[in-house]
């Protein structure tokens, strides 16, 4: 220590002299006591609002102690007790001992009071603090290594404290104060590597702060040559010169510190540059994050107003420096490598962004992208994350960002290496111009594509590479066409689409010889129709963004979010250009153009036959006069507008499709147009008279004759077929179509037509389905394919996994395979027969070799992998026929959603629910049988829109679908037979209902067609009225033979089937179900015991019937129909009631066992039953009638009969409610009855 510091310190009193007197301030000190146990506080929020609460009342203990003593002088200072209060002396030593705690947050919290403390006593000295903070961390001899450390750590945080109060600022502080703390500094610095950063940060802190002193000059000069005393060699001394020359330019003595560097001046120059990178690339000493000598030089070299910016390094020269020592070596620099990438991400220029991702940086970030498991996946995840949302706040650099990441350097696959969406997230942000560069970009790089072969395809011929090249181009192409993020323009559409009809379909004539790739592979030329395909069937979802209207909108729009400032299209026009045309026929007037262009030559259309050609030209001609007529039918005509909307759109995808398979799509546009000709014929008059024709041709088609099997079909009926072929085909594309044009003629569909589609859906499922509808495959399978499929044909809605365990078990012998394996084996084979036919007998036969034997299990080998590739087709054509079935449904959905009033309804209820009977069980079809459900659910039986139908017909379909409710084995297919039920009743009533309306002339017209139907069907039985009425016992006949037939099979009793419909339905058919349950249970009763029905469904059946009664609308009218009418109502369904419900009171008394057998809860359900019914009653019925229609005699004498049974002693529940039954049959509330009565009737 110098003579002057120790002079300066024998000056003031000793610490130990301050003392705190416990008494004096007693209130004071527990007022501030409680905040410094917060300032250790884990919450920074607490620590914050602690130090702030206890500066305050500091600050004003200590003023009040200034006020009377306002005139004391400064050489008084140093006197604490006399100076300061004494909450803020003992302020000042407790905050100084908690520097060195390691309690939570203690040492943070702390060092902030501490910091606004010395703030707020301007009259203190450093040399008294240092010597109170020496004192607090102090070494000695007995302390352990964790104590030191945390010592060490006080001392260092003190010493930034009374830098960042402005201390040392102060006209007090002198020389010798600020030496001793840069000593205590580097002295802290040697004790722990750690420690070193720590220490040398509050050295370029002190360096700062006194820089606006007296002492500046004088300081830095002492301090320069102090802390670099032995040059700068390591990484904290570079830091700290660094600082210096920055922040003490009056410092010219660099050449004497500076030692072995070529521009002593400049630590940053050029010249320096491999000094700085051998000094850098060592940091990874310190720790694992980065030093920040890092960060100071990529500020400096950063900013761009430094006046030695012409002669230091740039960004790009240092950056490319590094990373190459950075990211080739251990993974240490690795790490470290990382992390400075992303510091300079953070504040460099944007333009420079691009700059930064040299070939080793990116050739580490896909190595370790790539690999989940190894040591930098998650860094550079993050690092991939941080480039994505650059580009998306900045998207000016997305373009040149993208570049880097797929160019020479980067990797073609870079998402599909990496498993990330980098390149994808990327792109989204790019805007129109960026788009249209890129596309420029991938142009020129599938012309010359020598620019893009990079280390990623090293191995591989340079063809093989161009071809790499050149399919990653087009799939890019289709990329940005199917992104649903990135903003479509028709521009940029149309660049994509022109590319791809030029490479797919032409060539050009002259190539230019000295490019070594000019040529285009068929390969790619076959690619670039694939691709064209894909595309198109992409933009049928796809909407526009015009760019008037989005310029427009983007200045109408307050809001900065790029989604809201573009206008979208509506959706009537998705899948469309701006100027309504589709965007195949863009497609196919392009071809029709570019054919005419003497400077390509088509690849395609020189192979196709003159046929091929002439359809080419008719559907053109045709496409066109589509056109005219659709220009000169006005709007309001819209189903007219859908239809040739559909007419057109067929005919393009012929005419598409002709390039590709011309000997199939040929026949097509012959047989479409056709159809066109007898739809739409050219005269006006014709339309109207050909559809009246059509009509009455589809009224009478059930009672169609020989000749009218032998005619022609219908158009729709073949456009339906050709619709259904073209599902087959593995295109997206079409099968999207195919929906498409079909909704254009649902209201068109006839029963023949429709009966197409459901003919698919009730084959067989497996091969012997596919055989069926794929004749091609039929006729190509082989003998031995051919017996496989009769011997799986049983099993072909089993599972896979028990097929092939079976087989070999249970199927029979397969003679083609044994044919072929003795064939194989020869003499081995006769060896063996042999043996098996004589066991006993000797075979003078020789054995055979090895080599024989390893030729036998060489072909042995060959015969059942040929066998397994048989299986292996058999279960790929089961897939095939679901997946068909499938797209199949497709159309029955479309047709149910557009035609829910077509009185085709029927036959596909019917078709459907038939599907779901016969795959319901089968696991290989799950999905087509949600499917079904879905349709029939969903879509036909919660529809809002009824059919108008033939009622016989929907009659005939409700047989149908209770008795496969009948045969139900699972739950969930009884349920969709319930709703299925309720829709045709639903719709039988509708019809019936239209039938008798007469109000309007279209209700009038509908009520004759459906009568004249009816009349057909039924032989000109009754009128309409009479026809109604039938209707309704009919289905009631139909539910309860359900009934009846689910209680004498003791199947399971579907009670919510009879439920719903009696509650949807109550009018007229609550009532009519009450009649026939009493008297069907009445009718068995007639019979012996063993004949009658049974406990639980007579239960069963009296629950509904109490259900049906209580449903029944004007339940006094329907009770009086017996005497009124003369017919049977509702008093004699109650006296059947209540005759079965004596019978069945009598049976409870038996001892009979089994199942007619009463126990104690059935007897209690029948009571209950018996009492809501009769209780109900009495509200409608007069008291003498009640009491004969509900034979109350007998009830109260079997009621009294059973209470006194023993059996029923002791329970009680069947006992109150029996006696409830007797007070109610012996009148004893009849005055509360009759009031009741009277209000019922009001």
């Not at 198109?536 to 015009?546: C, F, P, Q, V």
């Not at 027969?833 to 060959?862: P, R, V, Y």
Request: hydrophobic share 40%; proline share 3%; with cysteine.
């Amino acid at each position: 220590m110098s003579p002057a510091m120790t002079d300066s310190s024998k000056s003031q009193p000793p610490v130990e002299a301050v003392k705190i007197d416990p008494k004096q301030n007693m209130d004071q000190q527990s007022s501030t006591l409680a905040h410094y146990s917060l300032l250790a506080s884990l919450d920074a929020q607490k620590r914050l609002e602690s130090a702030e609460q206890l500066m305050q009342l500091l600050v004003k203990f200590q003023s009040e102690m200034d006020a009377p003593n306002a005139e004391r002088n400064e050489s008084a200072s140093s006197d604490l007790n006399s100076c300061y209060a004494t909450d803020v002396t003992y302020g000042l030593r407790r905050l100084l001992r908690g520097l060195s705690s390691s309690r939570d947050a203690a040492r943070q919290g702390f060092s902030v009071a501490l910091t606004e403390l010395l703030s707020s006593l301007p009259m203190l000295e450093v040399s008294t603090v240092l010597k109170m903070l020496h004192d607090c961390t102090q070494e000695n001899g007995n302390r352990t290594g964790q104590e030191e450390k945390e010592l060490h750590l006080g001392r260092m945080f003190g010493y930034m404290a009374m830098c960042k109060s402005g201390m040392l600022s102060r006209k007090s502080t002198t020389l010798e104060n600020v030496l001793e703390i840069v000593t205590g500094l580097l002295k802290c610095a040697t004790k722990k590597s750690y420690f070193s950063q720590a220490a040398y940060q509050v050295l370029i802190a002190i360096l700062k702060e006194i820089q606006q002193t007296d002492l500046s000059k004088s300081v830095s000069e002492a301090m320069i040559r102090l802390v670099l005393n032995n040059g700068v060699t390591n990484a904290q001394g570079l830091w700290f010169a660094i600082e210096a020359q920055h922040c003490a330019p009056s410092f010219d003595k660099w050449d004497e510190i500076m030692m072995g560097w070529k521009s002593k001046k400049i630590i940053l120059h050029r010249k320096n540059k491999d000094l700085i990178v051998d000094i850098l690339k060592n940091t990874t000493d310190s720790g694992p994050r980065v030093h920040s000598v890092w960060t100071t030089i990529i500020n400096l070299l950063v900013e761009k107003n430094s006046p030695l910016s012409s002669k230091q390094l740039s960004i790009e020269e240092f950056w490319e420096s590094v990373e190459a020592t950075l990211f080739t070596t251990s993974h240490e620099r690795k790490h470290i490598g990382f992390q400075v990438f992303e510091a300079i991400l953070l504040i460099v220029d944007e333009k420079q962004i691009p700059f930064l991702l040299t070939p080793h940086f990116l050739h580490c970030l896909i190595d370790s992208l790539s690999k989940k498991n190894g040591y930098f996946y998650k860094q550079a995840l993050h690092t991939a994350t941080n480039l994505s949302e650059i580009a998306s706040e900045k998207p000016f650099i997305a373009f040149p960002l993208m570049m880097r990441l797929v160019g020479k350097n980067g990797s073609l696959q870079f998402d599909t290496v990496t498993k990330t969406k980098t390149v994808e997230n990327i792109i989204t942000t790019l805007d129109t111009d960026q788009i249209e560069s890129y596309i420029d970009f991938l142009v020129t790089s599938f012309t010359d594509p020598s620019s893009m072969l990079n280390d990623s395809l090293v191995g591989t011929t340079s063809s093989t590479r161009v071809e790499s090249v050149r399919r990653w181009i087009l799939q890019q192409m289709f990329q940005l066409v199917r992104m649903g993020r990135l903003h479509k323009e028709q521009g940029w559409i149309s660049l994509i689409i022109e590319f791809v009809v030029v490479h797919g379909f032409f060539k050009p004539l002259e190539v230019d010889s000295k490019q070594e790739f000019g040529k285009v592979s068929d390969d790619i030329s076959t690619l670039s129709r694939e691709r064209l395909v894909s595309i198109l069937g992409a933009l049928g979802n796809i909407s526009l963004i015009d760019s008037l209207k989005a310029n427009e909108a983007e200045e109408s729009v307050d809001d900065d979010s790029n989604f809201k400032k573009y206008a979208r299209i509506p959706r009537a026009h998705l899948g469309k250009r701006l100027n309504g045309d589709t965007w195949i026929y863009y497609v196919c007037q392009l071809l029709k153009e570019m054919e005419s262009n003497k400077q390509l030559t088509p690849l395609g259309k020189s192979s196709l036959n003159a046929s091929a050609h002439d359809a080419i030209q008719t559907c053109y001609d045709l496409v066109e006069t589509i056109r005219e007529r659709k220009a000169a039918t006005p709007e309001e005509n819209a189903s007219l507008l859908e239809e040739l909307s559909s007419f057109e759109s067929l005919v393009l995808h012929i005419l598409l499709n002709i390039y590709y398979e011309p000997e199939e799509f040929t026949l097509l546009a012959k047989e479409i147009k056709d159809c066109y000709t007898r739809m739409h014929p050219q005269s006006e008059a014709k339309p109207i008279q050909e559809s009246k024709k059509r009509k009455a041709a589809n009224a009478q088609s059930t009672e169609a004759t020989d000749e009218d099997m032998e005619a022609s079909p219908e158009p729709i009926e073949v456009i339906v077929d050709v619709l259904i072929g073209l599902l087959v085909k593995p295109c997206t594309l079409l099968r999207s179509m195919v929906s498409d044009v079909f909704r254009g003629f649902c209201s068109r569909m006839t029963s023949k037509a429709i009966q197409l589609i459901l003919d698919i859906l009730s084959t067989k499922s497996g091969v012997q389905g596919a055989s069926q509808l794929f004749e091609t495959e039929g006729e190509e399978m082989s003998d031995d394919q051919e017996d496989d499929t009769e011997e799986e044909s049983d099993d072909d809605d089993s599972d896979d996994n028990e097929e092939e365990e079976e087989e070999d078990l249970n199927a029979p012998v397969d003679e083609e395979f044994r044919r072929k394996v003795v064939e194989t084996l020869g003499k081995a084979a006769l060896f063996t027969t042999q043996q098996s036919n004589d066991e006993e007998a000797e075979s003078d036969d020789e054995g055979i070799d090895d080599d024989e034997m390893q030729i036998f299990d060489d072909k042995l080998a060959e015969i059942f992998r040929q066998r397994y590739d048989i299986k292996q087709t058999h279960r790929s054509v089961k897939q095939n026929v679901v997946h068909f079935k499938s797209r199949v449904m497709d159309l029955l959905d479309v047709f149910v959603k557009e035609a829910p009033t077509s009185a085709l309804m029927i036959p596909v209820c019917k078709s459907l629910i038939a599907v779901a009977q016969s795959i319901y069980d089968n696991s290989n079809e799950t999905g087509l049988y949600t499917r079904t459900e879905s349709i029939l659910s969903q879509k036909i039986c919660k529809a809002k829109a009824i059919p108008i139908v033939p009622i016989n017909a929907a009659i005939d379909a409700l047989k149908d679908v209770h008795e496969k409710l009948m045969g139900a084995s699972e739950i969930k297919f009884g349920k969709l037979c319930n709703l299925l039920s309720l829709y045709l009743v639903k719709v039988i009533k509708h019809s019936s209902d239209e039938m008798k309306s007469t109000t309007t002339e279209a209700s009038q017209h509908n009520a004759k067609r459906i009568k004249s139907e009816n009349e057909n069907d039924s032989s000109n039985s009754a009128n309409a009225s009479m026809t109604c009425a039938s209707e309704v016992d009919q289905v009631c006949d139909i539910y309860m033979s359900t009934f009846t037939g689910m209680l004498n099979k003791d199947l399971r009793v579907q009670e919510q089937m009879l439920q719903g419909f009696i509650v949807r339905f109550s009018d007229p058919y609550a009532a009519k179900i009450a009649l026939r349950i009493s008297s069907m249970l009445l009718s068995t009763f007639d019979k012996p015991l063993n004949l009658q029905i049974k406990t639980f469904p007579l239960i069963c059946a009296l629950k509904i019937f109490s259900f049906a009664f209580k449903h029944v609308v004007q339940t006094d009218v329907w009770l009086n129909q017996d005497e009124e009418q003369g017919i049977a109502g509702g008093c004699k369904a109650l006296t059947d009631f209540f005759k079965v419900a004596t019978f069945a009171l009598d049976r409870t008394k038996s001892e009979v066992k089994g199942p007619f057998f009463f126990s104690n809860d059935r007897v209690c359900e029948l009571v209950k039953e018996i009492l809501v019914v009769l209780k109900r009653a009495k509200l409608y019925l007069r008291p003498a009638k009640f009491v004969s229609v509900c034979l109350t005699e007998e009830l109260a004498t079997i009621g009294k009969d059973l209470i006194a049974e023993k059996k029923f002693k002791d329970f009680k529940r069947a006992v109150q409610v029996i006696s409830e039954i007797n007070r109610v049959c012996l009148n004893q509330e009849f005055t509360k009855s009759k009031k009741n009565n009277s209000k019922s009737k009001k």
